[in-house]
């Protein structure tokens, strides 16, 4: 697609004496070499096309390093989402060294650190963090079922830092009682408890993405009516006004799609413990057996399920993890809730 949309041809320009035909191998002349004859043919994309392709290849090209890439080689689970905790800055990552059984985790510095080198807070990597914010969320999932109303903020800390990974930790007071406020809230356990409030907000935003997902549909069927219209209409349609409704309708689709991942981002927490999508995600990748034993080794789970994979859960469940001292003290959730860990 990206050579489609960089090349000459398709903007009305015939290139030629470009390919070094000298050689066996294939290759290119330098560009001084090149004839060019513009508006050659019609080209498919106008010019005011052109700059806007230009502004989006650019802008892909930085933000991936090349845009006529396939994919990325390195993914990086945590990349962007890790917080210095001593200066705020966001952590860089990179890949550290093989482990003996072919694992190779990435780590994560602190920019601040490797800019000036005046903070001192230390490296983390993909084991220290997976462990625990794979762990924790495994213990959310299985605290959301096992959860009685009776039960006491000490014994939901236990369920929620059960595990090796978290010898030494404890979550603030405030986090306890906000996951067994939400725990109450949305109704687990034997004894049903739904205050109207809840019920009235969760249907609410599924009439608000119902609304979203008409609205899109809209905009798809009349992106694909006037291609149409383009492309077969008896009667020519002029360029400018294809163009200027195509990008109106393009914009309104992405906006909208933009809109109802917002949507369905806030509803993961938001709304309860027990929504389903979130659960889909999470059994997709997490496995039932390790949701429901916990316990788990998170190099052996980034083996198997792919670094790709639990980085697209990761990011549609966190939002920002602060690091400090080599521990993990704060995890947003996408909703914006925190959950704050102390050390002793
Ligand atoms: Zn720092």
Not at 197 to 217: D, F, I, P, Y
Not at 229 to 249: G, P, W
Not at 275 to 299: C, S, T, V, Y
Not at 306 to 318: C, P
Request: aromatic residues 10%; glycine residues 6%; positive net charge.
């Amino acid at each position: 697609m990206a050579i489609i949309l960089r090349s000459p041809f398709y903007r009305g320009t015939y290139r030629y004496n470009y390919r070094d035909e000298s050689d066996t191998t294939f290759s290119f002349k330098g560009q001084q070499d090149w004839i060019l004859c513009e508006k050659h043919h019609p080209p498919l994309f106008s010019d005011a096309d052109c700059k806007q392709i230009d502004f989006w290849l650019k802008k892909n090209r930085r933000q991936h390093g090349k845009a006529t890439h396939t994919q990325r080689k390195l993914v990086h689970i945590f990349a962007g989402l890790i917080r210095c905790g001593a200066c705020g800055s966001n952590y860089i990552a990179s890949i550290s060294r093989a482990r003996a059984s072919g694992y190779r985790p990435s780590m994560y510095l602190c920019g601040g650190r490797r800019r000036s080198g005046t903070c001192k807070n230390r490296f983390v990597n993909d084991i220290l963090v997976g462990n625990f914010v794979f762990n924790y969320i495994s213990n959310m999932i299985r605290l959301r079922s096992a959860f009685r109303p009776r039960w006491t903020a000490a014994r939901i800390q236990k369920f929620l830092l059960e595990g090796d990974v978290f010898a030494g930790v404890a979550p603030s007071t405030d986090t306890v009682r906000r996951v067994r406020a939400v725990l109450l809230a949305s109704g687990s356990g034997t004894v049903k408890y739904q205050p109207s409030g809840e019920a009235r907000v969760s249907t609410a935003a599924q009439a608000r993405k119902k609304n979203l997902q008409a609205e899109l549909e809209k905009n798809r069927r009349a992106l694909s009516r006037l291609m149409h219209l383009f492309l077969y209409a008896e009667e020519e349609m002029s360029q400018v006004d294809f163009l200027r409704e195509k990008h109106r309708l393009h914009d309104n689709i992405t906006r909208l799609q933009g809109d109802i991942e917002k949507e369905q981002q806030a509803s993961i927490f938001a709304s309860s413990l027990t929504d389903e999508e979130f659960l889909q995600k999470a059994a997709r990748l997490l496995f039932q057996d390790a949701m429901a034993h916990g316990n788990i080794d998170f190099p052996t789970l980034a083996m198997r399920v792919g670094n790709l994979e639990l980085k697209k859960f990761v990011n549609a469940v966190v939002e920002q993890i602060v690091v400090l001292d080599g521990h993990i003290t704060q995890i947003t959730f996408a909703n914006g809730e925190t959950h704050t860990f102390l050390y002793q």
